[in-house]
């Protein structure tokens, strides 16, 4: 047996969030720049060298992936690797493979991620308001995403909605929101943003803590805490209105690190063991220079030994930066 990956703190790490191009069809104001310059291609790791990180991992214990982005499902042929990494669900070696997504081409993927062994997806919708998702996203169509969502439902795959809390933009539709997924059997996690990379807005005009939201939620929804865990930061609370779950992920407001049990990989192959901290090992080197995998363990243990006990995300309201110079869309979120 290889022995588990366990960091200094003595966490084990068994997930995995997987970016696999740092690409997208939308332009989320908290998220991208409108102009954002991509990387060329020869940077990022081909779906061959993804499947075999996933598998790397895999092999030292990792028990659950994350594909995220950008926007994973316009990487070409991503259904290849969702494929692949599927095969380890149904051996038994990995217990979910999942995706965050921003649902645009949901409905012709559907189908074929549930063949494929995902049984869960994060679709990232803000607002239920076709006007307010185009001036969120800049360039998202709000119908292709619902119908995406509605074949997801359809396909058997259960859905949890992410929205991130924006002051003035999305705060006043939250109710509706938390009826809609309670109808629908959709969980509902909020989150907070992120100072993350720069983009063409001020931050600190957006920034909603989810404390506030949550006692303004109080005053007309009865939201009972909940031990329920995904394995990922968020809180949970029972909407006993809806029955539907609902989390909160509160990075700024919140130190959630004594259990984070994870590490995210960027489409260049540069492991981050902390979101909020720049320190980072290379795998693509140690991958690309050899057909076996052995140094590529070595790597990956090398960088477990430097993840940090936790983070220090500010948003520097003086100087008006971001705290982590690269963008979510890099790091995968
Ligand atoms: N494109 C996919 C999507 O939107 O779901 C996957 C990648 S996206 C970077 C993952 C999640 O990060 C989304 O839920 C998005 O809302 C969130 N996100 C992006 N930038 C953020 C920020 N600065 N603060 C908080 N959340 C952010
Ligand atoms: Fe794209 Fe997701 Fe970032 Fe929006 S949040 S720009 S959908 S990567």
């Not at 185009?134 to 998202?140: D, M, V, Y």
């Not at 009826?179 to 005009?205: K, S």
């Amino acid at each position: 047996m290889t022995t588990p990956l366990v960091d200094p703190f003595q966490r084990r790490i068994t997930y995995v969030r997987l970016s696999v191009t740092d690409r997208c069809d939308f332009r989320c104001g908290y998220c991208m720049a409108e102009h954002m310059t991509f990387l060329p291609k020869r940077e990022l790791l081909t779906l061959e060298e993804l499947e075999r990180l996933a598998g790397a991992f895999i092999a030292l214990g990792v028990r659950k992936i994350r594909l995220t982005g950008g926007e994973p499902l316009v990487r070409r042929n991503i259904m290849q690797l969702v494929q692949a990494i599927g095969r380890h669900v149904t051996s038994g070696a990995l217990d979910e493979l999942t995706m965050t997504t921003n649902g645009s081409q949901l409905e012709r993927h559907a189908d074929a991620l549930v063949a494929a062994g995902v049984r869960r997806i994060n679709v990232s919708l803000d607002t239920l308001d076709a006007q307010t998702f185009r001036q969120i996203t800049r360039w998202g169509d709000f119908h292709k995403v619902t119908s995406g969502i509605e074949a997801a439902k359809r396909a058997g795959l259960k859905i949890k909605i992410n929205a991130v809390a924006l002051k003035g933009v999305n705060e006043h539709e939250l109710d509706r929101m938390i009826t809609w997924c309670g109808a629908e059997g959709y969980d509902l996690t909020l989150i907070e943003t992120m100072p993350l990379g720069e983009i063409d807005e001020d931050r600190t005009d957006q920034y909603l803590p989810l404390s506030r939201v949550r006692a303004d939620l109080e005053q007309r929804w009865r939201l009972t805490d909940i031990p329920y865990s995904t394995g990922g930061p968020a809180r949970y609370v029972r909407i006993e209105e809806t029955g539907g779950r609902l989390g909160f992920i509160t990075p700024l407001s919140h130190n959630f690190c004594e259990s984070c049990n994870r590490v995210r990989v960027t489409c260049t192959g540069t492991m981050y063991m902390c979101l909020g901290q720049e320190d980072a090992a290379d795998l693509r080197a140690p991958l690309r220079a050899h057909a076996d995998d052995a140094a590529l363990i070595a790597a990956i243990r090398e960088g477990i030994t430097r993840k940090p006990k936790g983070h220090d995300f500010v948003i520097d309201r003086r100087r008006k930066r971001p705290a982590v110079a690269r963008h979510m869309s890099v790091t995968g979120g």
